[in-house]
């Protein structure tokens, strides 16, 4: 669609560390309700290339624009996070000794301040959609349970949902399914599907039967940039991806 720019849309972006590119010349689209992979061997630059996104890491060259003409790289985090980005790390952070429900109350009130948070009451609406959150991240009949009870992959979800507490445009997660069991890992995919109908979700994983299940848009990073892009069918026959993979 001419008249809509994607959502995320990294213009030839470098970054080195001591000399060595580990982002090189990256261009990257994510449109308006895509869900994409990303995956790639170990030093490909899937993690810089995040930390550019949310504004942890300035690239050296490029640009970074979000819904069209806001450019990222003059953003710090805090005002790239307001902007709708939110980002989940590998690790699990949740608020072990408050229960489900608390803890999406505490990341819905986050921008009032946390002190606020004990004197704001939510609203009919706020309680409408953590409602919703609860159905997305499969915890409605936990609700009232401490995360610290939480199985690994119940507090994985939990912490998306306290980012969809948030409302963000773009959700990145980096590899969601690590530790997960197998019947946790096809749920997560259902639910990042599910979460995808209306925001944008990139997702970097290396457990490939996650990701045919994600049935997402496929781009291989390999030594800072784009290798390959399309279904994971398409890109697990070209002969780069094999050879980067195995290659080495
Ligand atoms: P991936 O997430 O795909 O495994 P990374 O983005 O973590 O790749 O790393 C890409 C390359 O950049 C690697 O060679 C890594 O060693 C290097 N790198 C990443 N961050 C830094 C840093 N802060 N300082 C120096 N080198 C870094």
Known sequence: ??????????????????????????????????????????????????????????????????????????LDEAAIAELGIGRKFQK???????????NLELALKKPRGVFSAWFYNSSKEDEERL?????????????????????????QWLEIGMLLAQDPKLLL??????????????????????????RSVIVVEHDMSFIRDLAARVTVLAEGSVLAQ?????VSADPRVIESYLGR
């Open 1 to 74: 669609d001419q008249n809509h720019p994607p959502l995320l849309y990294l213009d030839g972006v470098s970054v080195s560390f001591d000399g060595f590119k580990a982002i090189n010349n990256l261009s990257l689209i994510v449109q308006h309700g895509e869900l994409q992979a990303i995956i790639g061997p170990n030093g490909a630059g899937k993690t810089t290339m995040m930390d550019i996104v949310t504004g942890k890491t300035r690239p050296d060259e490029g640009e970074v624009f979000f819904t069209g003409d806001i450019d990222l790289t003059r």
């Open 92 to 102: 699990p952070t949740v608020f072990e000794s408050h229960t489900v429900w608390d």
């Open 131 to 155: 409602e919703e959150i609860l159905a997305t991240i499969r915890l409605t009949v936990r609700r009232d349970e401490l995360a610290a009870n939480l199985s690994h992959g119940q507090k």
């Open 173 to 198: 997660v980096d590899e969601p399914v690590a530790g997960m069991t197998d019947a946790e890992t096809v749920e997560t995919a259902r639910l990042l599907k599910e979460i995808a109908a209306s």
């Open 230 to 234: 399309g279904s994971l069918d398409h």
